[in-house]
Structures are given as structure tokens and as C-alpha cells.
């Protein structure tokens, strides 16, 4: 069975610091599929990343930065420099290849709050 | 963009009413999804459905059931309302069958079960 862990419910910073969110999985399969989602107070989920098992390349995307770690079932979250507008939920989820209708499993979330 | 469209953001029915959450996708998109999410416990997967009329039971099945008559419409049903229902529901497309397309989700409906 597969299986996201988001250790941390809730992070509290003070605008412009970085604030790093952990994600660990578990799966048997060789190729398979991570996300990240942010849930704001409005509610709806929005897509942020997807990852492929076999690309382990760091990615930027200007204040987001996201580590995978095939050895240890690794994908952090870096947001640089955040902001009040960084508040929300953050998700990480989990696909497998071939899954049946693109079966996701999510973690628990992180609230990230982000004080002015 | 993709537009995943829920009939309800807030929506309160009393304990053994049958309750419809709706949720249509104007993405031709193959799967659809139904998630409760409840604090501390993130998303759980309700059913999902990967073609026309087709259905698949997810991780909490028990005390709902679903319909998909057209491609575009998926239906949320709860035979009979129970106070431990009462969460917020998500509907979310997806298209593709190899694993690695994102789901796409709605506002999300706020159930209360009184």
C-alpha cells in the first residue's frame, strides 16, 4: 500500500523567512509520481508540481524550490522569502504508474501561516 | 483552464435525509474523484470513476454511492445522512490512464449533517 507523510501540521514564520516543508512516501513500485498541492482559505486546490521517480533533478520555479530524494523517499518544499500570500494548506501527494484513474494518495497537510 | 464546477459551496441537511452533491468538469476528462477532507486526516479518497458509468470504491466507501451518467457529471449520493458526515467534499478530473496527469479540483462543498 502506498503512503504520504507530512509530518508537520503547522508552521507559523514571520514574513520573508524560508520556510522548508517535509514529505515523505512509501510505495513499491519503481515508477511512480509525486505532487504538491496548496489549498488556500478559499478552498481550492491548486496544483503546484509533479515529479517523475526516475528525474531526481532539483526544480526551481521562482520563490518555490522542491528536493526529491529517491534515498530517502524524500520531496521537500522550500519557499524562499515568503509571504502573507504563502498562507494555506499545502499538500503532497502520490500516484503510481498505470494507477487506475490516476489514484492519488495525499498526505495529512501542512498549514503554513505566514505573519506580516 | 480547466474548470471543475460543484453545485454547492455550503449545504446543511438533517440526519436520514438522502443528499446529492453534484460536481461537473468542462475538460473532457476521462477520471473523476470524490475526497472528504477532515482536519488532521487530509485527503480521503470517497470513489472515483474512470469512464462513463464506470465506478471504483476508494479508501471510505462505506455510507455513500455515486453516479456517472454523462462523461461531464459526477454524483455524490448519501443514502442516508449521518452527523459523522458532516465535512467538506471535493471533487477533482483527471485525464490520461498513466498516472502522472494532476487532478484538478473544485471549491470544495461544506456539508453539516444536524
Known amino acids: 500500500a502506498q503512503k504520504v507523510t507530512q509530518a508537520q501540521t503547522e508552521i507559523s514564520v514571520v514574513e520573508k523567512e524560508d520556510v522548508t516543508l517535509d514529505c515523505v512516501y512509501e510505495t513499491r513500485d519503481t515508477t511512480y509520481y509525486l505532487f504538491w498541492y496548496k489549498q488556500p482559505p478559499s478552498g481550492e486546490l491548486v496544483f503546484l508540481i509533479r515529479r517523475n521517480s526516475f528525474d531526481e533533478q532539483n526544480e526551481i520555479s521562482g520563490r518555490y524550490s522542491w528536493n526529491f530524494q529517491k534515498s530517502t523517499s524524500s520531496f521537500n518544499f522550500t519557499i524562499t522569502a515568503s509571504q502573507v500570500v504563502d498562507s494555506a494548506v499545502y499538500f503532497c501527494?502520490?500516484?503510481?504508474?498505470?494507477?487506475?484513474?490516476?489514484?492519488?494518495?495525499f498526505g495529512g497537510g501542512t498549514r503554513v501561516l505566514v505573519k506580516p | 483552464d480547466v474548470k471543475v464546477t460543484q453545485s454547492s459551496r455550503y449545504l446543511v441537511k438533517r440526519t436520514g435525509e438522502k443528499v446529492f452533491l453534484e460536481c461537473v468538469q468542462d475538460m473532457d476528462h476521462e477520471n473523476m474523484f470524490w475526497y472528504r477532507q477532515d482536519p488532521g486526516l487530509g485527503l480521503r479518497l470517497i470513489y472515483f470513476s474512470y469512464d462513463v458509468k464506470m465506478k471504483e470504491k476508494g479508501d471510505i466507501p462505506e455510507g455513500y454511492s455515486v453516479s456517472r451518467e454523462k462523461k461531464e457529471r459526477f454524483s455524490l449520493i448519501l443514502e442516508s445522512a449521518s452527523t459523522n458526515q458532516t465535512s467538506m467534499y471535493l471533487c477533482a478530473s483527471s485525464t490520461g490512464t498513466g498516472g502522472n496527469q494532476p487532478q484538478h479540483f473544485g471549491d470544495g462543498t461544506r456539508l453539516s449533517i444536524l
Open positions: 501527494a502520490l500516484s503510481s504508474f498505470g494507477a487506475a484513474g490516476n489514484k492519488l494518495t
